[in-house]
């Protein structure tokens, strides 16, 4: 089994037990965070999505090197003006060695109640065997 099919099994895993309808994992490419592993998206939306540190959400998890959720994000608007379809989502970085290498997103709880600090917690060992994939990439 390759890497590639171990983080999608784990991807698949993680949006089962959290109930979401939409689970990405990004990893850094150069200058940006491209989709290895999603559940929920299309194929355009995982190839053509590129994410850079500072930009949305996302890019604010991985300058912080922080994990981010909200439960009700409004109309908060990215940088190129777009806005968020979902009000609830957990973005965490994924960092190793001090270094942001990759991002954790769940989005759309089908629960409708959003996510909680009880979630972030339960993420991290996830996030641990994420990494332990990954290290073993490097």
């Known amino acids: 089994e390759s890497s590639q099919e171990r983080l999608k099994k784990i991807v698949e895993a993680i949006s089962e037990f959290f109930e979401i309808g939409k689970?990405?994992?990004?990893?850094?490419?150069?200058?940006?965070?491209l989709v290895i592993a999603s559940v929920g998206l299309s194929r355009g939306v995982q190839e053509s999505t590129r994410v850079k540190s500072?930009?949305?959400m996302a890019g604010m998890a991985i300058e912080e090197k922080k994990s981010i959720f909200m439960k009700k994000v409004g109309m908060y608007e990215k940088k190129d003006n777009r806005t968020y379809t979902s009000d609830n989502f957990i973005i965490c970085p994924i960092v190793i060695n001090k270094?942001?290498?990759?991002?954790?997103?769940?989005?759309?709880?089908?629960?409708?109640?959003?996510?909680?600090?009880?979630?972030?917690?339960?993420?991290?060992?996830?996030?641990?065997r994420i990494i332990f994939v990954l290290e073993g990439v490097r």
Do not use: A, W
Request: charged share 30%.
């Open 99 to 128: 270094e942001v290498i990759g991002i954790l997103s769940l989005t759309d709880k089908f629960d409708n109640r959003g996510f909680n600090e009880r979630d972030l917690y339960l993420i991290q060992p996830i996030i641990d």
């Open 23 to 33: 689970c990405s994992l990004m990893i850094r490419e150069n200058d940006e965070f």
């Open 54 to 56: 500072g930009e949305g």
